[in-house]
């Protein structure tokens, strides 16, 4: 008898937000009080201000398993050759697929910052054949769902972590949660995305 997976929640953040390497982080959960918002929007920002979920301050020293708890989590490092590929908005595309991929199948999946229609289809294309699971996109989402308020403070002690992200030293502590993904070229009949000029120092 086959045994059907269980749909998780997915939420997802990033570290660095358009600066290279960059760190996306997913954190999966069953539970659906994870997915369920801090506030509604239509709330005065007063109100809102209020109810907001705190980031956790850098000063505590906690590590990533009490933060997870009964909860999974993994990563992407991508380094700025795949920006300069696919554009910044290429590269979330690679991030989101990718993470969505290592969790399917999923229910819903939460992203702390908005897409748009293209950046969706290739979202899609890379899933593919897999299912697109419901995603919403919102920016402050991490101040607004438990499951990417978690996936951010794992962005930001990862970030901390690789710091200052040169190759002599070995990154083992969180290795087996690490997802690597294809090479670069082996994205280009996906994304379609026009890759983002240099900037020139």
């Known amino acids: ?3 059907i997976a269980k749909a998780g929640y997915l939420g997802i953040d990033e570290s660095n937000h358009g600066r290279f390497p960059e760190i996306f982080v997913a954190v999966h959960s069953e ?3 994870d997915t369920k918002p801090a506030y509604s929007l239509s709330e005065p920002l007063e109100t809102i201000y209020k109810k907001q979920i705190p980031k956790v301050k850098k000063k ?15 990563y992407l490092l991508l380094t700025e050759d795949y920006k300069d590929r696919f554009g910044y908005e290429g590269v979330r595309a690679i991030a989101y697929a990718e993470l969505i991929k290592s969790f399917s199948p999923l229910e819903l999946v939460l992203i702390d910052r908005e897409i748009d229609p293209m950046l969706r289809e290739n979202i899609a294309r890379i899933v593919h054949p897999l299912p697109l ?3 919403i996109a919102e920016s402050n989402a991490d101040h607004r769902y438990p499951v990417v308020n978690m996936a951010d403070h794992i962005a930001r002690k990862l970030f901390r972590y690789y710091q200052p992200f040169k190759n002599e030293r070995a990154y083992l502590k969180y290795a087996d949660y690490m997802i690597s993904p294809m ?6 009949p996906l994304v379609e995305v026009r890759p983002s000029r240099r900037s020139k120092e």
């Not at 505590?60 to 993994?74: A, C, P, Y």
């Not at 090479?183 to 280009?188: F, I, L």
């Open 1 to 3: 008898m086959n045994v």
């Open 31 to 33: 539970f659906d009080c």
């Open 60 to 74: 505590r020293n906690i590590e990533i398993t009490d933060i997870v708890k009964k909860r999974d989590f993994k």
């Open 133 to 135: 699971p419901d995603i």
């Open 183 to 188: 090479k670069s070229t082996e994205y280009a």
